[in-house]
């Protein structure tokens, strides 16, 4: 009987302390997925202000500066839908537009994140009336281009958009020169390969090539 108490006894003692272990052990585990959590947390936060941070005034002038003009740009090759004559041109119109517009878009998240906005930063902005950027048109030549149709319409759409381009190709120059964010410069590098190839495409389209 004696043995029978004892043996229970120790294996009533056993039983407590594996408990003991286990339940000091899970909450080492949580104390640990907390602090790696924080620290996972700390260092997605630690990046994201890092990549907000590393811009420069050149990269915050390129984004200004190139949202109006990238809108300047859909707003011509949307009059080609109804007014362009050459299947060629209006296929050339439907590209830059999607090319353009998402641009646009992703360039306004970053001035979002570095806290700027582009109608209070550059007040009086009016993107259809020239604003002194490369390769914008003003009121004038875009109203012309609104009263054209057919081949008249095409030939003065590939000859602005010509200049259009190379203005945007000189700004996106200067941001891959001068500019700090990597998108950015990416941004201005792609904008660089594919507008000199449009340029080219539609100097052979106006027989110049």
Not at 20 to 33: H, I, M, T
Not at 53 to 69: C, K, L, T
Not at 150 to 171: C, P, Q, S
């Amino acid at each position: 009987m004696r043995n029978t108490r004892t043996l229970t006894r120790r294996a009533a003692l056993t039983a407590t302390a594996v408990t003991a272990a286990l339940v000091l052990a899970a909450c080492g585990n949580d104390s640990d997925s907390a602090s790696s959590g924080h620290d996972g947390h700390s260092a997605s936060s630690s990046s994201a202000s890092s990549s907000a941070a590393a811009h420069n005034e050149q990269d915050m002038a390129f984004a200004q500066g190139m949202i109006p003009h990238h809108q300047q740009a859909l707003e011509m090759a949307k009059l080609a839908v109804g007014r362009a004559s050459s299947a060629t041109v209006k296929s050339l119109a439907s590209r830059i537009e999607k090319a353009q517009d998402p641009e646009i878009q992703t360039m306004n998240g970053w001035l979002k994140s570095w806290g700027q906005d582009m109608s209070s930063s550059m007040p009086g902005m009016d993107h259809s009336a020239g604003s002194g950027m490369p390769g914008m048109m003003d009121g004038t030549d875009m109203g012309h281009l609104k009263k054209m149709s057919g081949t008249d319409f095409d030939t003065m759409f590939l000859t602005m958009m010509i200049d259009h381009h190379k203005g945007a190709v000189e700004m996106a120059t200067a941001e891959k020169n001068k500019g700090a964010y990597g998108p950015a410069t990416s941004m201005a590098d792609d904008i660089i390969t594919a507008q000199t190839a449009e340029i080219t495409e539609m100097n052979n389209l106006l027989g110049k090539g």
